[in-house]
């Protein structure tokens, strides 16, 4: 088992074909006005898809970086396993620097997104064909393979070729075939993203079981923020090569420190408003709309200790924060959504749709009956619940 550690990592792919002539091609862009939005970065050296990348993953523990297409994930992942070259920074396996080192002579595994496996061998030659490669003894091959094939419960399918497997077989395959090889660090790239929904739930599960029986460092990439706030110990979530934030589940939902982090983590994703920041009886409130709401001790605190002036702000709550009853902030219900333990809400108001998550846990189903499209409302939301942006910057403003 080992750390791994990223030092000012990045990856810039260079620019293909005459760079001079695409150089020109961008100047004439930029003094013709033209404006294209991308979302990597445009240097001199070419395009940098991942930019100053700093982490250290401890001993067994399980990494997940996540965020949109394009954002430098998977990238990142194949540095760490020497698919891809590191233009700049250092890589760290253990106590040892492993930019110039092969992947083979990393100890890694890594498990890809379309399964990767030898359709004219069998299950059983799938996993073993690593070891294989390595000379290792058929009698230790034999027993790593049956004990990996037991973890999966893919025991009765090891005689089969991957044509005669589900999806979800063919991934716990691939995983299997990563573990007979015992490595230091376990690198997934999207390995549930073919799946349908329900067996991507099942698989999620068994990921979980599989890191606390084989206990080694986990380095995992989805686009999937349920999948991240489910695996993780950590999560690392990028956007345009950048790291937005790192930190644990809880903290990135209940604290997230931009914009962009505040709606990628949670579904639904979280209301933004036009608000105003401002100080009442010299304590903190949030203005939306004319309704007033203290915000809570512990915001009160971060929020002086930073010398937070009144300010125009973005506000955010969660859908399953905000409270519907007789008093608060008016709007009309236009689309009521039936969820069984909840009620999704699409709200109008003041010109804005909005979400409210209502449970439905105590209520009649007469009660949840009125809660009709058409229906008037008022809605409101707690000063321990709301999170406040800096209009330009998108920063928390607490962080």
Known sequence: MATVTLKNVMKIYPYSGDDEKAAKKRARRKNEGET????????????????????????????????????GK????????????????????????????????????????????????TVYDNMAFALKLRKTPKGEIDKKVKQA??????????????????????????????IVRDP?????????????AKLRNQMRAEIIKLRERINTTFIYVTHDQTEAMTLGDRI??????????????????????????AGFIGSPQMNFFDAKLIKKD?????DLYGHVVELSEDKQAKLAANDVAEQEITLGVRPEHITVGDTGVDGK?????????????????HGKDIIAVISTMDMSEAEVAAMKAGTAVNFDFGGHNCHVFNKETGINLEA
């Open 333 to 349: 219900i236009d689309v009521h959504e039936m969820m069984g333990s909840s009620v999704h809400l699409h709200v109008n108001t």
């Open 282 to 286: 010299g304590k903190y409130a949030v």
């Open 74 to 121: 998977s990238t990142t992942l194949r540095m760490v396993a020497g698919l891809e070259e590191i233009t700049e920074g250092e890589l760290w396996i253990g106590n040892k620097l492993v930019n110039d080192v092969a992947p083979k002579d990393r100890d890694i595994a890594m498990v890809f997104q379309n399964y990767a496996l030898y359709p004219h061998m």
């Open 149 to 178: 094939a037991e973890i999966l419960d893919i025991t009765e399918y090891l005689g089969r070729k991957p044509k005669a497997l589900s999806g979800g077989q063919r991934q716990r395959v691939a995983i299997g075939r990563a």
């Open 184 to 196: 230091q660090v376990f690198l997934m790239d999207e390995p549930l993203s073919n799946l349908d």
């Open 236 to 261: 690392v979530i990028m956007k345009d090569g950048f790291i937005q934030q790192i930190g644990t589940p809880q903290e990135v939902f209940n604290h997230p420190y931009n914009l962009f982090v």
């Open 36 to 71: 294209k939005k991308t979302n990597l970065q445009i240097t001199d050296k070419g395009v940098v898809a991942v930019q100053q990348f700093n982490l250290e993953i401890a001993d067994k523990e399980f990494i997940v970086l996540v965020g949109p297409s394009g954002c």
